[in-house]
């Protein structure tokens, strides 16, 4: 089944104590990036992925990390968590656009919920 | 930039009545727009998109959204809501540019609520 599956669904930790949430997809998808939602703000790009080892900061990116070693898969990283980054989280996929003005649906993960004390 | 603008963060309706759940955006090109649907405790479904020619545009679950480019809107709808409905609503759009074409920018979302 195609599918993005993110892990840990839930998370509770504290001020600090770095952790990593992981993101993977098995539709040899170029593109992967994450989003955080927040009540009344909707869901907020944090960073993308274009292809293995390119990656870049979306519209919040302050806090956290990424990588793309593999094109599978692309974990956040919260190097130092805090209060403000309790939120719930998506991970998306899609094939990359060709041609600039193009379209690929993008598929979400189920997200992860995210309390930071 | 892109923008979106969802009026009503909360609609309430009868089941059998009308949805209508309103969506602007803001965009430099000729946009892609959607409407992804979640349901409590799931992730972002997708419920209909717009790319290229006809406006009006059928989704899943019987809903519908229509394209105005002149009033920059993209509102969903459907004929009869549902109990099953019930679930929180996000329009999107995307100039297929930003990020490679792919970037997604949402809306702050609408919570329907469907009452017997």
């Known amino acids: 089944e195609a599918q993005v599956t993110q892990n840990p669904r839930y998370l509770i930790t504290v001020t600090g104590k770095k952790l990593t949430v992981t993101c993977s997809q098995n539709?040899?998808?170029?593109?992967m990036s994450w989003y955080r939602q927040d009540p009344g703000l909707g869901l907020r790009q944090i960073y993308y992925s274009m292809n293995v080892e390119v990656t870049d900061k979306g519209d919040v990116p302050e806090g956290y990390k990424v990588s793309r070693k593999e094109k599978r898969n692309f974990p956040l990283i919260l190097e130092s968590p805090s209060p403000n980054q309790t939120s719930l989280y998506f991970c998306?996929?899609?094939?990359?656009?060709?041609?600039?003005?193009?379209?690929?649906?993008?598929?979400f993960g189920p997200g992860t919920r995210l309390t930071v004390l | 930039a892109q923008s979106v603008t969802q009026l009503g963060s909360h609609v309430s309706v009868s089941e059998g009545a009308l949805v209508l759940l309103r969506c602007n955006y803001s965009s430099s090109v000729p946009p892609y727009l959607f409407w992804y649907v979640q349901y409590p405790n799931q992730g972002l479904q997708l419920l209909l998109k717009y790319t290229t020619g006809a406006t009006l545009v059928k989704g899943i679950n019987g809903f519908e959204a229509e394209f105005k480019k002149s009033e920059t809107s993209f509102h969903l709808t459907k004929p009869s809501a549902h109990m099953s409905d019930a679930a929180e609503y996000f329009c999107a759009v995307s100039d297929g540019l930003t990020g490679g074409g792919n970037k997604l920018t949402f809306g702050t979302g609408t919570q329907l609520k469907v009452e017997l």
């Open positions: 998306a996929s899609s094939f990359r656009s060709q041609l600039a003005g193009g379209y690929n649906e993008q598929f």
């Open positions: 539709m040899n998808h170029e593109y």
